[in-house]
């Protein structure tokens, strides 16, 4: 079953605005991953944050992860046309390396 | 490096007919994922291989669908008989456990009609 659930479903901003999308997810974790996935296109990994971690950037990504409330949120900063595209949390709930995916968010940045 | 490849890119066929995916993971990575993904959707884990081994495939739907990895290298995965609700894309996955991240290979999209 899926764990994540993203927040929004669709996000629509300029290009150079800010971007942020919420993900929530049910049990305890070891860390939470954000890909994106093109149309038509595979995941492509971006950043992990870890279970002990309360944030984590890279580049124009930040993320935060907050257990107590079971939820994370991912921020792209001065967003770019070419950052169109779904966006899905994914969680690793054991050590068995079982990646559990929530429903994305489908972001567009307009020109 | 060479990434996960995945074939064939696109496939049309009629209810109750078969079919098969075909997937080659990137070099030494042990673990082999196939994630269904219906179109609006997130990917949905169907089954997990450790080398030749299967982790988990608690939600794969074993009455029409298997998988195999028999070298612990590349993998299939079949539908026999599809059905109009298997139309999706099936994603391969795979990845090394020093790495917990996964590649994802294309994909491919299965109509069903």
């Known amino acids: 079953s899926q764990q994540g659930e993203e927040d929004p479903q669709a996000l629509s901003i300029q290009e150079g605005e800010n971007a942020t999308m919420n993900c929530s997810y049910k049990?305890?974790?070891?860390?939470l991953q954000w890909y994106r996935q093109n149309s038509g296109r595979g995941l492509v990994h971006l950043i992990l944050?870890?279970?002990?971690?309360r944030e984590k950037h890279s580049g124009r990504l930040r993320v935060t992860l907050d257990t107590s409330k079971k939820s994370s949120s991912l921020l792209i900063t001065a967003s770019r046309a070419a950052d169109t595209a779904s966006y899905f949390c994914?969680?690793?709930?054991?050590?068995?390396?079982?990646?559990?995916f929530g429903s994305g968010t489908k972001l567009n940045v307009k020109p | 490096e060479a990434g996960v490849a995945q074939s064939p890119r696109y496939k049309i066929i009629e209810k109750r007919q078969s079919v098969a995916f075909w997937c080659n993971p990137i070099?030494?990575?042990?673990?082999l994922y196939w994630y269904q993904q219906i179109l609006g959707q997130g990917p949905k884990l169907l089954i997990q291989f450790q080398n030749n081994g299967v982790v988990d495939d608690s939600q794969l739907p074993k009455d029409r669908f298997s998988a195999e990895r028999l070298k612990g290298v590349d993998s299939t995965l079949k539908i026999q008989p599809a059905k109009l609700e298997d139309s999706a894309v099936y994603l391969c996955a795979s990845n090394d456990r020093n790495s917990e991240k996964l590649f994802f290979g294309s994909g491919t999209q299965l109509s069903v009609l």
């Open positions: 049990t305890s974790i070891n860390n």
């Open positions: 994914a969680t690793d709930e054991d050590n068995f390396n079982k990646f559990y």
């Open positions: 944050i870890r279970s002990n971690e």
């Open positions: 070099s030494g990575h042990a673990t």
